[in-house]
């Protein structure tokens, strides 16, 4: 599973720990980026901004994006990255703590490829994580080169 990145979109420091330490937990050794908020997200995917040096063609196995994040809110970032070719197809996991029937619905709409509401006993996140990992970072074929056509 090694050099598959995945970016952490979470502003929440304790779910950032909890989401690493399941990870950790589970072996999945990745390296994984954390951003705290949605503009940094979209600065890290299209070599912007602060990432402004950062080779943008080297995309992330997976992205996990919490929908309540500052500056640009978790949907709004998904739309965007559904609208621009370099990440169109890129997995993105909402991994969010909200079970709004809207939230689900519009992230779907919006393409997300997976919703799952965080659970908040760490012994049914990190088998949700390990789950995750399984299915994303191991079984899944994802598209080449980061989604880019």
Request: charged share 20%; net charge negative; aromatic share 8%.
């Given at each position: 599973m090694n050099g598959k990145i995945i970016l952490l979109v979470e502003d929440s420091p304790d779910d950032v720990l909890l989401t690493l330490r399941a990870l950790k937990k589970n072996?999945?050794?990745?390296?994984?980026?954390v951003v705290n908020d949605g503009a940094l997200a979209l600065d890290y995917l299209?070599?912007?901004?602060e990432y402004?040096?950062?080779?943008?063609?080297v995309m992330p196995q997976l992205v996990l994006l919490d929908l309540q994040v500052p500056k640009v809110e978790g949907l709004e970032g998904l739309r965007r990255l559904r609208k621009d070719s370099r990440t169109k197809l890129l997995p993105v996991v909402v991994?969010?703590?909200s079970d709004e029937e809207q939230?689900?619905?519009s992230s779907y709409q919006l393409g997300a490829n997976s919703y799952i509401r965080k659970p908040v006993d760490f012994a049914q996140f990190?088998?949700?994580?390990?789950?995750l990992g399984?299915?994303?970072?191991?079984l899944n074929q994802g598209p080449p080169y980061g989604g880019r056509y």
């Open positions: 072996n999945i050794l990745n390296e994984v980026v299209f070599g912007t901004g402004a040096d950062r080779d943008a063609r991994l969010t703590s939230d689900i619905v990190t088998e949700a994580v390990q789950q399984l299915y994303w970072l191991v």
